[in-house]
C-alpha cells in the first residue's frame, strides 16, 4: 500500500484536550487523528495512505450519459449495492452540455459490476428504455441515501437531496423514495437556503447523534468551502456552520464525501475533492471530525492526479461519495473515483482500494519510537489491534495507570511483540490475553514500535462480543 509520511505536528492537534480522560468502552478507535496521543518519542508520525487502484468498474457510454457524468453516491442496501449519478456530455472545448441533465441509476452484487437496468421511468429521445430516474428539478448533482432512522415511515425508505432553482428559489430540494428508484419531493421549497450548492451536496441520517446531517457547498471569500447543519424531521435545518481546520491553509473544496465511519460511527471521515484554479485540476484529500463541525485534514492527495488513468484533465479526480465492504472481503474497504472528465466521448468510475481502518496511521521507522496515550475507560478484556510490520518491525503495549506507572502484571517486558500484518491481531503479556482492569479505573497505553504501522485499536470483552 502506498504511503504519504506527514508532518508530525499534525497529531498534536487533537479535538480532545490533552489529558482529559476518554471513556472508550468496547468501541473501535482509529489513529485518524491526535485524539488518542498524548505523547511521542522518536521516530513516530501520523502518515496518511493512499488507496490501491483497481479496475475501471463503470464507463459512461450511454446517449444519456456522456464525458461530464459526475456526483457518483454509491451505498450498500442489504445484498445489493446502488449507485446514482449525473448523466452529462459537454463539448470539450467550449464546456457547454450536450444534451439535458439526467440522473441515472445502477446496481451490483459485489461492488464492481454494475447494470444499468431499463426502468421505463423518463424518456430520453422518444425511449424509456434507459436507467434514469430523475430529469429536471435536482438532476444536476442529486444524492441517495438509505435512512436508518427507526422513525422512518415506509414511503420515505430512501431519501434525497439536490439543488434547484426553479422560479429563483434557489437551495437544496429534498426527496423520499419507497424503493430507492421512484422519487418525489418532500416539500415543494428549498429546505436549505444558505449556501452556492453547485457541487454534491450531501446528507445522511447520523447514529450517533440521532439527527439527519447535511454538508454542502458555499464560498468564503471567494474560495469553495464546506457548510453543514442538521434536521430532526429532514425539513427543518439549523442554520449552517462552516467547517474548520486547525493548522490546515483556506483551500478550495469542491465535494465533501463526509459520513460516519461504518465501523466506529462517532467519528466523520470525508474524501473533499481540493480544487486548484490555476490549472482547474482536482485532487482528493482525507479528513476526519469527532464533532462534525472541526476536521484534522491531510495535505496530501490520497489518489493523486498520476494515479491511472486520465486523471489530470480539467475537473478529472473527483472522488465519489461512497465507501463500502465487497462481500466476503473483510479486510479492505472499497472508494471510487473519476477519470477522463471532458476527455473523450465518456469518462470512467475506477475502484480504489483501502486496507480496512488504513486511512491513516501511527508510522514507526528504522529508528523506532514510542507514543502515550491519554488516561482511557474501557471494558477491559482482550485488547485488538489493527497493525502491520515490516521487515524487522515490532508492534509492544504496556499498560499503565493514569499516573503513567506501569501496571505490573502488563508492563513492557512482559509484552509480546507483534509482527506481521494483522487486522484483529491480540495482545498478550506473559501468555496474559485479558487485561484486568479495576472497575471504573482509568489507565493508559503505551505503544513501543518500529518499522511498523498501527491503524486502530479496540478492548474485546473476555466474552469475544
Known amino acids: 500500500m502506498r504511503t504519504i509520511a506527514l508532518l508530525s505536528t499534525l497529531f498534536l492537534l487533537p479535538t480532545i484536550c490533552a489529558g482529559e480522560e476518554i471513556d472508550l468502552g468496547s468501541r473501535l478507535e482509529l489513529f485518524v487523528d491526535g485524539s488518542l496521543i498524548e505523547k ?10 493512499q488507496p490501491e487502484p483497481g479496475d475501471v468498474v463503470l464507463t459512461t457510454d450511454k446517449p444519456w450519459e456522456g464525458n461530464t457524468c459526475a456526483y457518483y453516491t454509491i451505498f450498500q442496501d442489504g445484498n445489493l449495492f446502488r449507485m446514482y449519478y449525473r448523466g452529462s456530455h459537454a463539448d470539450e472545448k ?23 437496468p431499463e426502468l421505463g421511468i423518463v424518456e430520453y429521445e422518444g425511449s424509456k428504455a434507459n ?22 415511515p415506509p414511503e420515505a425508505k430512501y431519501k434525497g437531496i439536490s439543488r434547484g432553482r426553479p422560479h429563483g428559489k434557489k437551495g437544496l430540494y429534498v ?36 439527527q439527519y446531517v447535511d454538508y454542502h457547498r458555499y464560498f468564503a471569500n471567494g474560495v469553495r468551502s464546506i457548510l453543514t447543519c442538521t434536521s430532526d424531521d429532514y425539513v427543518n435545518w439549523t442554520k449552517p456552520v462552516p467547517l474548520t481546520y486547525p493548522g490546515q491553509p483556506h483551500q478550495h473544496l469542491y465535494t465533501n464525501a463526509v459520513r460516519p465511519y461504518f465501523r466506529a460511527p462517532h467519528i466523520r471521515v470525508g474524501f473533499p475533492t481540493r480544487f486548484l484554479p490555476k490549472t482547474e485540476q482536482v485532487e482528493p484529500v482525507f479528513m476526519s471530525s469527532r ?31 461512497g465507501l463500502v465492504q465487497l462481500p466476503g472481503d473483510e479486510k479492505t474497504l472499497t472508494v471510487y473515483a473519476t477519470e477522463a472528465y471532458y476527455a473523450g466521448p465518456d469518462s470512467r468510475l475506477r475502484r480504489f482500494i483501502y486496507r480496512v481502518d488504513g486511512f491513516v496511521s501511527m508510522h514507526a521507522g528504522e529508528e523506532g519510537g514510542e507514543f502515550v496515550t491519554p488516561p482511557l475507560k474501557t471494558a477491559g478484556g482482550q485488547l485488538i489491534l489493527n497493525y502491520e510490520t515490516r521487515e524487522g518491525g515490532s508492534v509492544q503495549v504496556e499498560v499503565q495507570r493514569a499516573d503513567g506507572t506501569p501496571v505490573p502484571d502488563y508492563t513492557l517486558s512482559k509484552s509480546n511483540k507483534l509482527t506481521g500484518d494483522k487486522i484483529n491481531g491480540a495482545v498478550n503479556w506473559s501468555g496474559k490475553e485479558s ?16 518499522n511498523a504501522d498501527l491503524y486502530s485499536l479496540r478492548f474485546r470483552p473476555d466474552d469475544g462480543d
Not at 511521542?40 to 495512505?49: E, N, S
Not at 423514495?177 to 450548492?197: C, M, N, Q, R, Y
Request: glycine share 6%; with cysteine.
Open 175 to 210: 426527496f423520499q423514495s419507497p424503493d430507492a428508484v421512484h422519487w418525489s419531493l418532500i416539500k415543494d421549497e428549498p429546505v436549505i437556503t444558505e449556501g452556492a450548492f453547485d457541487s454534491q451536496n450531501l446528507a445522511f441520517w447520523d447514529p450517533v447523534t440521532k
Open 94 to 116: 467550449t464546456r457547454k452540455g450536450l444534451h439535458p441533465e439526467v440522473t441515472c441509476y445502477a446496481e451490483s452484487r459485489d461492488g464492481i459490476h454494475w447494470t444499468r
Open 40 to 49: 511521542v518519542t522518536g521516530d513516530v508520525q501520523h502518515k496518511v495512505h
Open 291 to 321: 464533532d462534525g463541525v472541526t476536521f484534522t485534514r491531510y495535505a496530501d492527495a490520497v489518489i493523486p492526479q498520476s494515479a491511472p488513468a486520465d486523471r489530470d484533465g480539467n475537473r478529472s479526480n473527483y472522488m465519489a461519495n
Open 131 to 152: 436507467n434514469i430516474i430523475l430529469d429536471g428539478l435536482g438532476s444536476h448533482c442529486f444524492v441517495a441515501f438509505k435512512d436508518d432512522n427507526p422513525e422512518c
Open 435 to 450: 487485561v484486568a482492569i479495576p472497575s471504573g479505573e482509568p489507565i493508559r497505553l503505551r505503544f513501543v514500535m518500529k
